[in-house]
């Protein structure tokens, strides 16, 4: 995942503007905890869960997102939490 600065503002490669893509227009959120910095999708049309994180928390604005495929199991208890 990298970021560039171009004239002041924080700017994502093809991978972040990927991934804000499939979040807005493609997967269905289904729950979204610790305070907003995990999300969990779910693609309507394969059935696959996937999660959104912030592994570069510290950073302005969360830093670049990572989305990783999760199984069924995981997504299931994130649900109940």
């Not at 610790?34 to 779910?42: K, L, V």
């Not at 309507?44 to 830093?63: F, K």
Request: charged letters at 15%.
């Amino acid at each position: 995942m990298q970021m560039g600065v171009y004239q002041g503002a924080m700017l994502g490669n093809a991978t972040c503007k990927r991934i804000d893509l499939l979040i807005h227009h493609y997967l269905q959120k289904v729950s979204v905890t610790d305070g907003g910095w995990t999300i969990n999708y779910i693609d309507p049309e394969d059935g696959r869960y996937w999660l959104l994180t912030y592994p570069s928390g510290e950073m302005q604005g969360g830093g670049p997102t990572l989305l990783s495929v999760i199984p069924k199991s995981v997504a299931k208890e994130l649900l109940n939490k």
